[in-house]
């Protein structure tokens, strides 16, 4: 059974970082491209940041340059390093593959605030 669990969400200041971790059953990691989405307070979910199976990553407009993914396969986890952090980042964090998704985890929550 498909199965995604997202962590490291805080409360942090502008300015600060997060990392963000997603562990996956390997049915869901295996040789898939996976995403870090996101959903604002009263916004739709969309994606910040995809990597493929090989470490091909690609990035939002908004986000290149400040968030970082990465995976390690072998652990069935992928990662978002997230750095300069403002104020619209605050969001529930998930992750999924980009391509036919599986049922989503809870997600992890990211306020940045001062």
């Known amino acids: 059974q498909a199965q995604l669990v997202e962590s490291g969400g805080d409360l942090v200041q502008p300015g600060g970082s997060l990392r963000l971790s997603c562990v996956g059953s390997v049915n869901v990691f295996e040789s898939k491209t996976m995403a870090w989405y996101r959903q604002p307070p009263g916004k739709q979910r969309a994606w910040v940041a995809t990597?493929?199976?090989?470490?091909?990553?690609n990035y939002i407009p908004a986000v290149e340059g400040r968030f970082t993914i990465s995976r390690d396969n072998a652990l069935n986890t992928v990662y978002l390093q997230m750095n300069s952090l403002k104020s619209e980042d605050t969001a529930v964090y998930y992750c999924?593959?980009?391509?036919?998704?599986?049922?989503w985890g809870q997600g992890t929550p990211v306020t940045v605030s001062s």
């Open positions: 999924n593959r980009f391509y036919s998704t599986v049922p």
């Open positions: 990597i493929t199976y090989t470490g091909l990553t």
